[in-house]
C-alpha cells in the first residue's frame, strides 16, 4: 500500500465551478500537509500549508485535513483556466522526508 | 513564501559527461536541501537529503558515487551527474527548509531539465 493515494485525474472542468482535490494516506503519524502545484516543465509550488487537522483558507483555496480519516482536500472556488496545472499532495511527521501523491492533473476550460 | 533557483534551467551533454547542478536559497538560510528526481507524468522521487555541513543521505537505490551531493553552505548544494547516460535524462528538482523564513515547509526550485545524447 502506498503512503499516500492520489486520483491521477485528468480532471475537467468549466471555468467558475469549484475544484474538490482529494489525498488520502495510511500514516497516522503525519502532522504536515502541503498541497503543490506544478506547472508543465516547472517546479512545484507551494499553494498550501496546513500544520495537524482543520481547515485554511487562502483567496480561492481552501485546504482541509481531517486525521481521523486521514483524507485531505483542496477546493478551488471559481476556477480559472490559469488554474489548469498538476497538483500534488505531499505530507510527512517532519520535514526531512514528504511523501507525495501521484499528482492530479486539473484542466479548467474557459 | 522563501525563493529557491536552480541553473542551469536545462542542460544537453554528451554521454559519459559529468553535469553539475546548483541549487541556491535566495532570500533564507537552507539547513536542509532536498534533490527530487521527476520523470514524466509521474510524482516527485527522493534521492537524497543533505544538511550544511554533512555528507548527503542518499535513497535506497540511489547511486552515491553516481550522483554528488554538496551542501558546503547554508544557501547552495550543487548535485553532480557523473559519467551521464541516457537513463539519466530526467527533471531534476531540489527544495529546501531552514531558518529565515524557509522554515515552515519545503520550497521547490524551478527544476533542471537534463538531456543526455
Known amino acids: 500500500q502506498k503512503e499516500v493515494e492520489q486520483d491521477p485525474g485528468p480532471l475537467s472542468v468549466p471555468e467558475g465551478a469549484i475544484v474538490s482535490l482529494n489525498c488520502t494516506y495510511s500514516?497516522?503519524?503525519?502532522?504536515?500537509f502541503m498541497w503543490y502545484r506544478q506547472y508543465s516543465r516547472k517546479g512545484p509550488e507551494l499553494l498550501m500549508y496546513?500544520?495537524?487537522?482543520g481547515n485554511k483558507e487562502d483567496g480561492r483555496f481552501t485546504a482541509q485535513v481531517d486525521k481521523s480519516s486521514k483524507y485531505i482536500s483542496l477546493f478551488i472556488r471559481d476556477s480559472q483556466p490559469s488554474d489548469s496545472a498538476t497538483y500534488l499532495c505531499?505530507?510527512?511527521?517532519?520535514?526531512?522526508?514528504?511523501?507525495f501523491g501521484s499528482g492530479t492533473k486539473l484542466n479548467v476550460k474557459p | 513564501g522563501a525563493v529557491v533557483s536552480q541553473h542551469p534551467s536545462r542542460v544537453i551533454c554528451k554521454s559519459g559527461t559529468s553535469v553539475k547542478i546548483e541549487c541556491r536559497s535566495l532570500?533564507?538560510?537552507?539547513?536542509?536541501m532536498f534533490w527530487y528526481r521527476q520523470f514524466p507524468k509521474q510524482s516527485l522521487m527522493l534521492m537524497a537529503t543533505?544538511?550544511?555541513?554533512?555528507?548527503?543521505?542518499?535513497e535506497q537505490g540511489v547511486e552515491k558515487d553516481k550522483f554528488l551531493i554538496n551542501h558546503a553552505s547554508l544557501t547552495l548544494s550543487t548535485l553532480t551527474v557523473t559519467s551521464a547516460h541516457p537513463e539519466d535524462s530526467s527533471f531534476y528538482i531540489c527544495?529546501?527548509?531552514?531558518?529565515?523564513?524557509?522554515?515552515?515547509?519545503?520550497?521547490f526550485g524551478p527544476g533542471t531539465r537534463l538531456l543526455v545524447l
Open positions: 543533505s544538511n550544511e555541513g554533512s555528507k548527503a543521505t542518499y
Open positions: 496546513t500544520y495537524s487537522s
Open positions: 527544495s529546501a527548509t531552514g531558518r529565515g523564513g524557509g522554515g515552515e515547509t519545503q520550497y
Open positions: 500514516n497516522s503519524a503525519f502532522q504536515y
Open positions: 532570500d533564507f538560510q537552507a539547513t536542509t
Open positions: 505531499a505530507m510527512g511527521s517532519n520535514f526531512n522526508k514528504f511523501y
